[in-house]
């Protein structure tokens, strides 16, 4: 069956950088997209970009280009998303979610923390 | 990319029907038939329940129905059961090539 296992949670302080990863199974990773999402505490979910893993193609939020790198490694079947110049309101779970148009397998979601 | 907008609750008893409306523009809900929802309860993985407007993914329930009018995207769920309860979440493709999350919906069995 499809899985998506995402890396653990993490405790960063404002200004550094995050590396979350997430590891596919169950199906050629090459051939869906990967997407990350998050949900700050108390918030929605907010859709942060996109991954093809076979062209390397990228599509972010406005809201954070210059900001995130999406990235894989498709030896490995795993995707990564970097987050960097953290700050407070960073602080959220994150999801990796295959797919294109809609999102049908999703990680089981990162704890990022971001505190001095 | 603004968010979709979405009631933030609607409640119905068990056995009724409600339905939950994303409004968005013709930027995204509008020009695409590319409209999702999501179940996502607390603490727990979001869920696909409908995806490109109306279609529901193998072992989704019936009894979710998803449409859509002009920029107005819309799920309804019909005979509401207390497993029911939880938050729904539409999503849709943008002009952009990006995609946008809705507002959030959160659904009391009564």
């Known amino acids: 069956q499809v899985q998506l296992v995402q890396s653990g949670a993490e405790v960063r302080k404002p200004g550094a950088s995050v590396k979350v990863s997430c590891r596919a199974s169950g199906y050629t990773f090459t051939t869906y997209d990967i997407n990350w999402v998050r949900q700050a505490p108390g918030q929605g979910l907010e859709w942060m970009g996109w991954m093809n893993p076979n062209s390397g193609n990228t599509g972010y939020a406005q809201k954070f280009r210059g900001r995130v790198a999406m990235t894989s490694n498709s030896s490995t079947s795993t995707a990564y998303m970097e987050l960097t110049i953290l700050r407070s309101e960073d602080t959220a779970e994150y999801f990796c979610?295959?797919?294109?148009?809609?999102?049908?397998?999703w990680g089981q979601g990162t704890l990022i923390t971001v505190s001095s | 990319q603004s968010a979709l907008t979405q009631p933030a609750s609607v409640s119905g008893s068990p056995g009724q029907s409600i339905t939950i409306s994303c409004t968005g523009t013709?930027?995204?809900?509008?020009?695409?038939?590319?409209v999702s929802w999501y179940q996502h309860h607390p603490g727990k993985v979001p869920k696909l329940i409908i995806y490109a407007v109306t279609n529901r993914p193998s072992g989704i329930s019936n009894r979710f129905s998803g449409s859509k009018s002009g920029n107005t995207a819309s799920l309804t769920i019909s005979g509401l059961q207390a497993e029911d309860e939880s938050d729904y979440y539409c999503s849709s493709y943008t002009s952009s090539f990006t995609y946008v999350f809705g507002t959030g919906t959160k659904v009391t069995v009564l």
């Open positions: 979610a295959r797919g294109l148009f809609a999102f049908d397998s």
């Open positions: 013709s930027s995204d809900v509008g020009g695409y038939n590319y």
